[in-house]
Nanobody
């Protein structure tokens, strides 16, 4: 059974850092694109980052470019989202997702398997 589980969310002060983890079961993450999305209160779900299995290429939303980094630990079958210089606008539920394809456009509509999400709250 294909499953994704996020962890690492919490409450952090503005300017702080967090590392989110996305652990997979039922498939090998290294072979597929893994995405991070977020949905803030009263906002639509938005793409944050994607990491492809094709040469490990990455994409980041403009709003997080230079502050967030996504990486893989293939030995643990985990993808991380390292977040720094957090601000209150980053407050959201963060989800990881996959569609079990090696390259997928970084759009929510293209991903079929989602984790349950982890809450990130940034206080000012």
């Amino acid at each position: 059974q294909v499953q994704l589980v996020e962890s690492g969310g919490g409450l952090v002060q503005s300017g702080g850092s967090l590392r989110l983890s996305c652990a997979a079961s039922g498939f090998t993450m290294a072979y597929y694109t893994i995405a991070w999305f977020r949905q803030g209160p009263g906002k639509e779900r938005e793409a944050v980052s994607c990491i492809s299995s094709v040469e490990g290429s990455t994409w980041y939303a403009d709003s997080v470019e230079g502050r967030f980094t996504t990486s893989r630990d293939n030995s643990q079958n985990i993808v991380y989202l390292h977040m720094s210089s957090l601000n209150p606008d980053d407050t959201a539920v963060y989800y990881c997702a996959t569609d079990l394809r090696d390259w997928v456009p970084c759009r929510a509509m293209d991903f079929g398997t989602w984790g349950q999400g982890t809450q990130v709250t940034v206080s000012s």
